[in-house]
């Protein structure tokens, strides 16, 4: 058997992702390599307030760390799903849940059904009366899934809300304490083998040189090894995604610490708004070749709930991805490897996944091409799917009120997108698959909140009577609506859980 | 809302074999209100899916999704329970192995089970992989769960597939489908009638001139695909890499009935022996270029039935999709063909176009059924990729696909199994033929770094302990069988 040496993994960048790849790979692999983080504190971190996916659990759980604590560190609140809001038509409202429509069970999916009684003219509220975790989400309440299946309250799931600034140094406490070191410094030169081209080592501004087997760039959009250096090709998908620009401003939380992000289209682009303990998270993301920065500003200060707690800053990006996350000696992690807005919440989830692949496909001193090709597949097709899902919300829209809603409504999308649109459209099925972000319930609650509706459904749909179907929703609601009437409150369970240090 | 799409409210499916009485039920049971008329016509010799009795353990899900018990679709039909195939030969020097369906190990540690085992074979201290397989000692032992029974660890969740008797099963599945509502024709397709406008199938013609119209046509009728075929001949051919061409299998005196198929690769191909309590079946799968039939027959006395491996890229055309061998021929190593054909069915259930049969719902159709087959190929195939023996027969010449060239890529570098949408077999099975044959990974999980070699070898030794207590508390096949058949006559 071929030995495995110790390699040395230096990270270059201390952000989230830069601390969550340190973390991880020191708690996971302790007799595979030695973790040597750089940052500059000069340069700072991207983090506005990070909204996640339910699979962050499974992150932090892994490296065994504990949900109070940690919540109460970075201020978190839950968050069951992301209310859309003005999408479809201006006035339009509905949660993309984290959690199923009907019990999801069954070889017919629900929506099937919905359908079924649309078309024969049965009067429905919203698909997401059926929904457990939009109805708890509605009602600001919050308590754990149920771990009996056969109850409504299980049928969902939940991610975080919280401060992205106080999560890296909250990953650093704990890498550090696992034996990865950190160095403080600006990297001015990248060393490469003159031979095979891979990285043998980052000089530091002061002339140090920290030499290393594997690269993790988490630089951020700077790129550092990914792109200056090794010049890896990226992928420009502002075609589909023309917003470049955010602006973030963080204000008083006037209203309900709410268990869910809002996403509220706005003229050129949309607004977020995540609540946190201490206070709420605010940015307008939006297309600079519609709008100016200024305008945006505006628009944002005069849409926020509460007194500003800042002054607005703006961030610049493009939508797209490195053709290879993963080239020579250097693995690419967060926003070096590509940037998807955060619309679905899908940064630190794309980090989670480049992690997770990188641990499993951890290299020998010499990294194999098979080794790469792995890990770039399986990072591109989170990519590519997490796209698709992403144009729809601007696509499937009926709005006409601007330039930046004509130009999304009226353009070209990928052939993979239309297909998927169509196969909606015509029999409300969901294309399937089973890796990815985003499965059958995320698709059904963007087409249906975004007035996308089904011609056809699937014709097992037509086996029950359509009363004893009225019947069974109608059970479905009540039995939704007595679970969710037995939980609390989201912030009364928040203040016994996990509240936040009160010197912070 | 646009207007709904016109449901399809009648289906022809021809061929009387298994495959079609398994369409024509499953269509008539599970899509409501749907018209369902078999043209039965007696399937060719060389439909592999109406012929072979042995299935893998999705039949029994078949099976569960028709309303049928296992009393009447197994025992009342002539029919027994299966675990698994022993291979022998296939890898010089290596003692054979079992390919059982069912977990190999329990996961322990911070790595998979197999990287715990490749880990100690690579410094040659591991016992038999088959060994950590709870179904695969059962089935060697010649012992079987009895049916209906949920055992506890480490016997739990194992799942059985089929030995039928095929005659039997053909004719329990044609009473279900009469009394479910399914128009019944004889006789044989003469003429298929293409509808001018759309060149969509409008009719068949059969020879005594009934005229057979309906909304969809599922051609079950072998390999020819006399319905399908019509629209158009496209055909991907696998001869390159699957060389088998010709078999021949023949009934015997009954011998002790085993759980266990036995399958032996000889120079030219492949024999099997499948012993149950009805009686022993042998057969012999070959490559006509490199044994003569003659030679064969000498083996086994039975007809030799010639078949060309491959598959049709589009099963589903216009408004006619093709299942079992109209759709797909392969030899039946491992037992696929049956599997094939009822996840075809399970397919066109689930996907139900409407009449018009849109492109992209046929598309998607075709997607899926597409990537299911081609991974049921690169499953057969890898035991030939992977097998070590001196004679031409076995010399693979042609470059292998590339999926299965990336997964072997992978596999053969760490360990890893890649995840295919579609994929029939679970990870476990392609880790009992990689395995079983000795093609062990470079390296291991990473992550299996934190626990020691020692923990792991005591605990794959207890595991197999455990395994080794427990197996005498099963009964015997025949033992099973008898006492199976005494309950159901009561």
Redesign the interface.
Known sequence: ??T?ERQRVVVVGGGTSGWMTAAALAR?????CDVHLIESEAIGIIGVGEATLPHIRAFNERLGIVEADFMATTRATFKLGIEFRDWGRIGDSYIHPFGTFGRGTG?VQFHHYYARL??AGVKLPPIEAFSMACTLARTNRFAPPATDARQIASTFGYAYQFDAVAFAPYLRRFAEALGARRSEGRIVDVDRDGESGDVNAVVLEDGRRIEGDLFVDCSGFAALLIGKALGEPFQDWSRWLPADRAVALPCRTETAVTPFTSAVAMPSGWRWRIPLQHRTGNGYVFASSFASEDIAADALTAAVEGTPLATPRVLKFTAGRRERAWAHNVVAIGLAGGFLEPLESTSLYLVQQGITAL????P?RRA?S??R??FN?IVNMEYDRVRDFLILHYHATERDDSEFWNYVRTMPIPDSLA?KM??F???G?I?????GAFLDASWVSVYLGQRV?P??Y???A??PSIDSLVAGMEQMQAEIGAAVGAMPDHRSYLADYCPMPVAA | ?????E??RSVVVVGGGIVGWSAAVALRR?????AVTIVATDPPANALADRMAQTLPSTVGFHD?LGLREDDAVLRAGGTWRLGTLFEGWAEGLPGYVHAYGHYGQPFG?ASFHHHWV?AA??GSAAAFDEHSPAAVLARAGRIVPVGVEPEAPFAGMQPGLVLDVGRYRAMLAAFGRHLGVTVHDGEVAEVRLRGEDGFVEAVVLRDGSEIGGDLFVDAAGPAGIVRGRIDAVREDWSRWLRCDRLVQAEGAAAVPSPLDRVVAQEAGWQWTTSTPGGTVRGLCFASGLLAEDEARAQIAGDVVAFEQGTRPNAWARNCVAIGDAATVIEPLDWTNLHLAQSGIDRI??????RAC?P??I??YNR?AAAEVVRVRDFVLCHYATARRPEPFWQMSADLPASLT?TL??FA??G?L??F?EETFARDDWLAVLLGQGFLP??T???I??TPPDRSDAAMAGYRAAIARGISRFPTAADHHAAQMKRIAR
Do not use: C, N, W
């Not at chain 1, 641990?359 to 951890?362: I, N, Q, R």
């Not at chain 2, 809302?1 to 799409?5: F, V, Y």
């Not at chain 2, 259930?349 to 409407?354: A, K, Q, Y």
């Open positions: 058997m071929e495995a996971l692999l302790p007799e595979r070889d649309l078309h641990v499993e496909l951890f020998e194999s098979v080794d090709d792995e597949r297909e169509e196969l459209r015509r029999r099925r294309v399937k698959y089973r890796e509706m011609s056809g699937d014709p097992r037509t086996g | 809302m646009t207007d709904l799409d449901p399809i599970r899509v409501p209100g749907l999704d911070t880990r690579q410094v259930v689930s996907m139900m176009p409407g849109h992209l719902e598309a998607d899926q990336s890529a992978l570098e760490r890893r890649r995840f949408e470079h390296r999980d990473p992550l770094g934190a």
